[in-house]
Antibody, heavy 123, light 109 residues
Framework: QVQLVESGGGVVQPGRSLRLSCAAS????????LHWVRQAPGKGLEWVAV????????FHADSVKGRFTISRDNSKNTLSLQMNNLRAEDTAVYYC????????????????WGQGTLVTVSS | EIVLTQSPATLSLSPGERATLSCRAS??????LAWYQQKPGQAPRLLIY???NRATGIPARFSGSGSGTDFTLTISSLEPEDFAVYYC???????????FGPGTKVDIK
């Protein structure tokens, strides 16, 4: 069965960096686009970034553009999110999610989600 | 940027009743409208994609409809496990950017 397991969360000071990882199994990783979605405590869902199946295309939300970078390693079935210059408003549970569409051009929904990893930005 | 509005914010119903949740877009979206269910402490779960297609394993009591700017999620007869928060989600044409609505909480009356 599809499994997505996030790691790398923790408490970090404002302005510092953190790298999240998502280990995938149960499907052909190199065939799927992947996303990061976050949820601040007690708030709704916010999409963060998407990367194509082969890593050739990536898109980021305006709220993180220039600070966060999504990447993947298809040889290790791993998705990553490099987060730089963190702010208090980046505090959230970060989920990785598999794209349910057949390509990034047809990307439309998130069909499987991990359980999330909590990032707290605080001094 | 397309903004999604969900109504009502909270829906108080009893088991067995019909739930009708609305999602309205600030401008016409393509068929790329999805619905998710989220329970406390859990990740969201995909219910409906492309406005009306049920995801794998989703019971038939969940159905989606709509096009353009107005979409509806209907739960025909609420089961105890259906009390949760429901989010709609869409994507822009290009670049593919994704947005969620603020959610509708379905709680027990």
């Amino acid at each position: 069965q599809v499994q997505l397991v996030e790691s790398g969360g923790g408490v970090v000071q404002p302005g510092r960096s953190l790298r999240l990882s998502c280990a995938a199994s149960g499907f052909t990783f190199s065939n799927s686009a992947l996303h990061w979605v976050r949820q601040a405590p007690g708030k709704g869902l916010e999409w963060v970034a998407v990367i194509s199946y082969d890593g050739s295309h990536e898109f980021h939300a305006d709220s993180v553009k220039g600070r966060f970078t999504i990447s993947r390693d298809n040889s290790k079935n791993t998705l990553s999110l490099q987060m730089n210059n963190l702010r208090a408003e980046d505090t959230a549970v970060y989920y990785c999610a598999r794209e349910g569409g057949v390509s990034i051009a047809e990307a439309s929904h998130f069909d499987f989600w991990g359980q999330g990893t909590l990032v707290t930005v605080s001094s | 940027e397309i903004v999604l509005t969900q109504s009502p914010a909270t829906l108080s119903l009893s088991p067995g009743e019909r739930a009708t949740l609305s999602c309205r877009a600030s401008q016409s979206v393509s068929r790329y409208l999805a619905w998710y269910q989220q329970k406390p402490g859990q990740a969201p779960r995909l219910l409906i994609y492309d406005a009306s297609n049920r995801a794998t394993g989703i019971p038939a009591r969940f159905s989606g409809s709509g096009s353009g700017t107005d979409f509806t999620l209907t739960i025909s007869s609420l089961e105890p496990e259906d009390f949760a928060v429901y989010y709609c989600q869409q994507r822009s044409n290009w670049p593919p950017l994704f947005t969620f609505g603020p959610g509708t909480k379905v709680d027990i009356k």
